[in-house]
């Protein structure tokens, strides 16, 4: 795990994170994308919002579908944390906006990854850094990429280069 330590238990990162992966599991099948569930949490541990990949149809990345499901106008979440099972994304041609710049135009303080973008869309995925680098912590959970790749198997190549 990288970024800062969280407690074990209910309402941890760990556990969020985990909700973030099985919402990924609703996803409509992609030969052409990742599965991916993603879970807004107020800094009380409410749970604001979630999406998921496709979950309304079309191109809609599951940081887009959580953060359309807010409406307008939106409450402030510089201190809410979002869990997403997949690095969000800096590039995509789906649509103008990447994910990186739809959390920071929402004000998000927070963000805990589970699993960094393999380069099998996006040559050089670097949401990570564009993130940090705008001042969101970002904690990546290294421990659950793991079930994150697993939704994502039939995309990957086998073997150690699958992510």
């Given at each position: ?88 994304c800096t590039r995509r ?71």
């Amino acid at each position: 795990m990288t970024g800062r330590r969280d407690r074990p238990g209910p309402g941890s990162d760990a556990e969020w994170l985990r909700r973030a992966v099985e919402l990924s599991r609703r996803c409509p099948p992609s030969p052409t994308a990742f599965s991916v569930g993603a879970i807004l949490v107020a800094a009380d541990g409410r749970e604001l919002a979630r999406g998921h990949s496709r979950q309304d149809g079309g191109r809609v990345h599951a940081e887009e579908a959580a953060l359309r499901s807010l409406g307008n106008p939106r409450p402030s979440l510089r201190d809410a944390t979002l869990y997403t099972s997949l690095e969000p994304c800096t590039r995509r041609a789906s649509s103008p906006s990447p994910c990186t710049r739809l959390v920071l135009a929402a004000g998000i303080g927070r963000v805990v990854v589970a699993w960094r973008e393999p380069p099998l869309f996006v040559a050089d995925c670097t949401g990570v850094e564009t993130l940090r680098a705008a001042g969101v912590e970002v904690v990546c959970r290294d421990e659950l990429a793991e079930a994150a790749r697993a939704v994502n198997r039939h995309l990957l190549p086998s073997g150690p280069a699958g992510g």
